[in-house]
């Protein structure tokens, strides 16, 4: 008996799915291994989900299945009742302690009616939520390093300094162009692959970022060395043979070291080279001091950068909202005297009622804070219609980011005599389909542009032509006029 087995499509070969750090999923499980839990205003917590963990918050208890399987942005509310496995192991130990003469109701009790709300992990929120191992580079960092860099997708880039891998989720999102196995989340995964090459030489932090990165799907995009490059430079061992060393060959590259400068002279065209050798190379350093900057520009300049320039980002976020108008609930001042008096009265008198209710209570009589208050002056403005109100905004000042300094500077692509002689020939090349060109003397080619009088020039010298043209029409007409026709003379004899 034959039996005859088809081969596994490529969906059952490739088990792993795209990270959603690169593509928000439909719904979050277990496969997705991590979610942020906004709690409220700049305050997250990442999770990873388990049927078995459950997330205390001051909003309330949240099993894990309370979040699986939601999509993301969904709201959740607190569990209705408590308490947790962590919360039952500890009434046991006070109810089994000899000390204990009271026992405690093994009835749930209700818990506060909070609620939370589930997001996909995205690297602004990872930013936000990630465990702080060292500074951290913020989000309006990390986006105008990467535009400054050049960098998008199937950019190489090379980040020393990797720390607690906030830039390395930022700068991994830029360079993702499809995934090195065939897994392809975006439609633009054709061609070169992007890949962030990290470095740190702290090992204990290069351990834990590798791990991190194995648990968010980003292991085959993103490669953490361990290794100090201000001494050893930017080449990383080969996977074939771990003696032997390969190049990043990249074109961008971000470094946040205390000494920049000296992991410089590792960044140069000389042989063996970490840098694409096809392609200009853009660099960013992050310097906290002016003193540091200075001494990075004079090392750029000595080894061949250009275009070298300082950036100083002073972020500051705006809240634009609609101002309604206010009450004394919303913090209005009075409109009149009398009304501040009153205000003053009834605000008074609130005191004396709540010292005496509390004078009662500590005497033992029976006293209650229920229905204390003060009537307000005046009734309070309510909005009739939504359009009113004026626009105002504010800022805030709460904006996690950092004064640093940003330098960038380029490296040019090196240009040899067997690349000038090559676009020679093609200069040549295109002379034969049919360029014009305009030959200067018997060796130096020009465009025909570069001798071209221009469109001002142009127009001068055919109005000149013009008026020439009818000048000499006039010129010629009147000698035709004076010029008597031949036979027309008469000869009159004597």
Same mark, same amino acid.
């Given at each position: 008996?034959?039996?005859?087995?088809?081969?596994?499509?490529?969906?059952?070969?490739?088990?792993?799915?795209?990270?959603?750090?690169?593509?928000?999923?439909?719904?979050?499980?277990?496969?997705?291994?991590?979610?942020?839990?906004?709690?409220?205003?700049?305050?997250?917590?990442?999770?990873?989900?388990?049927?078995?963990?459950?997330?205390?918050?001051?909003?309330?208890?949240?099993?894990?299945?309370?979040?699986?399987?939601?999509?993301?942005?969904?709201?959740?509310?607190?569990?209705?009742?408590?308490?947790?496995?962590?919360?039952?192991?500890?009434?046991?130990?006070?109810?089994?302690?000899?000390?204990?003469?009271?026992?405690?109701?093994?009835?749930?009790?209700?818990?506060?009616?909070?609620?939370?709300?589930?997001?996909?992990?995205?690297?602004?929120?990872?930013?936000?939520?990630?465990?702080?191992?060292?500074?951290?580079?913020?989000?309006?960092?990390?986006?105008?390093?990467?535009?400054?860099?050049?960098?998008?997708?199937?950019?190489?880039?090379?980040?020393?300094?990797?720390?607690?891998?906030?830039?390395?989720?930022?700068?991994?999102?830029?360079?993702?162009?499809?995934?090195?196995?065939?897994?392809?989340?975006?439609?633009?995964?054709?061609?070169?692959?992007?890949?962030?090459?990290?470095?740190?030489?702290?090992?204990?932090?290069?351990?834990?970022?590798?791990?991190?990165?194995?648990?968010?799907?980003?292991?085959?995009?993103?490669?953490?060395?361990?290794?100090?490059?201000?001494?050893?430079?930017?080449?990383?061992?080969?996977?074939?043979?771990?003696?032997?060393?390969?190049?990043?060959?990249?074109?961008?590259?971000?470094?946040?070291?205390?000494?920049?400068?000296?992991?410089?002279?590792?960044?140069?065209?000389?042989?063996?080279?970490?840098?694409?050798?096809?392609?200009?190379?853009?660099?960013?350093?992050?310097?906290?001091?002016?003193?540091?900057?200075?001494?990075?520009?004079?090392?750029?300049?000595?080894?061949?950068?250009?275009?070298?320039?300082?950036?100083?980002?002073?972020?500051?976020?705006?809240?634009?909202?609609?101002?309604?108008?206010?009450?004394?609930?919303?913090?209005?001042?009075?409109?009149?005297?009398?009304?501040?008096?009153?205000?003053?009265?009834?605000?008074?008198?609130?005191?004396?009622?709540?010292?005496?209710?509390?004078?009662?209570?500590?005497?033992?009589?029976?006293?209650?804070?229920?229905?204390?208050?003060?009537?307000?002056?005046?009734?309070?403005?309510?909005?009739?219609? !939504?359009? %009113?109100? $004026?626009? =105002?905004?504010?800022? *805030?000042?709460?904006? #996690?980011?950092?004064?640093?300094?940003?330098?960038? @500077?380029?490296?040019?692509?090196?240009?040899?005599?067997?690349?000038?002689?090559?676009?020679?020939?093609?200069?040549?090349?295109?002379?034969?389909? !049919?360029? %014009?060109? $305009?030959? =200067?003397?018997?060796? *130096?080619?020009?465009? #025909?542009?570069?001798?071209?009088?221009?469109?001002? @020039?142009?127009?001068?010298?055919?109005?000149?032509?013009?008026?020439?043209?009818?000048?000499?029409?006039?010129?010629?007409?009147?000698?035709?006029?004076?010029? %008597?026709?031949?036979?027309?003379?008469?000869?009159?004899?004597?």
């Amino acid at each position: 008996m034959t039996t005859s087995c088809s081969a596994p499509s490529q969906e059952e070969t490739i088990v792993a799915k795209v990270s959603p750090f690169l593509e928000i999923p439909h719904s979050l499980n277990e496969s997705s291994k991590l979610a942020i839990i906004h709690l409220k205003r700049d305050q997250h917590q990442a999770i990873a989900l388990s049927p078995a963990s459950t997330l205390q918050t001051r909003f309330g208890t949240f099993p894990h299945t309370s979040f699986i399987g939601l999509p993301p942005g969904s709201q959740v509310r607190a569990s209705a009742t408590y308490p947790t496995q962590r919360d039952q192991r500890k009434r046991k130990r006070q109810s089994t302690s000899a000390t204990t003469t009271t026992t405690e109701s093994e009835e749930p009790q209700e818990a506060a009616p909070g609620f939370v709300h589930i997001l996909a992990p995205t690297a602004e929120l990872w930013t936000a939520s990630l465990p702080h191992r060292t500074q951290v580079v913020y989000t309006p960092d990390s986006s105008y390093v990467l535009h400054r860099l050049g960098v998008g997708p199937g950019t190489q880039i090379i980040e020393a300094g990797a720390g607690s891998g906030s830039f390395t989720h930022a700068a991994v999102r830029a360079v993702y162009s499809g995934y090195p196995d065939g897994r392809e989340g975006l439609e633009h995964g054709k061609g070169k692959k992007g890949k962030v090459w990290s470095f740190e030489f702290h090992k204990e932090r290069a351990g834990k970022l590798r791990e991190e990165i194995g648990q968010h799907g980003l292991d085959t995009l993103i490669q953490i060395t361990h290794k100090d490059v201000c001494a050893d430079g930017f080449l990383v061992p080969s996977p074939s043979t771990a003696s032997e060393f390969t190049s990043p060959s990249a074109s961008a590259i971000f470094l946040d070291l205390p000494a920049p400068w000296l992991a410089l002279p590792h960044l140069t065209r000389a042989s063996p080279s970490s840098l694409d050798p096809l392609a200009e190379v853009r660099i960013c350093t992050f310097s906290p001091c002016i003193e540091q900057v200075t001494r990075t520009c004079s090392t750029m300049r000595s080894l061949g950068w250009v275009d070298i320039s300082t950036v100083e980002i002073s972020h500051q976020n705006l809240e634009v909202r609609r101002q309604l108008p206010r009450g004394y609930d919303d913090g209005a001042g009075p409109r009149t005297i009398a009304e501040a008096l009153a205000r003053l009265k009834g605000v008074n008198e609130f005191r004396e009622q709540r010292k005496d209710i509390q004078t009662s209570i500590a005497a033992g009589e029976s006293a209650s804070f229920a229905g204390l208050g003060f009537k307000k002056s005046g009734g309070r403005r309510k909005l009739e219609n !939504g359009d %009113e109100g $004026r626009i =105002v905004s504010r800022n *805030e000042p709460d904006l #996690k980011s950092h004064t640093s300094f940003l330098t960038f @500077a380029t490296l040019p692509r090196e240009w040899t005599a067997e690349q000038e002689r090559e676009a020679e020939e093609w200069v040549m090349a295109r002379e034969s389909k !049919g360029v %014009e060109l $305009r030959v =200067v003397g018997e060796k *130096e080619k020009r465009w #025909k542009g570069d001798g071209q009088e221009s469109k001002r @020039a142009k127009k001068k010298r055919e109005r000149a032509e013009k008026k020439e043209g009818e000048e000499g029409k006039e010129t010629n007409g009147s000698v035709k006029e004076n010029e %008597e026709p031949a036979g027309s003379k008469m000869e009159i004899d004597d």
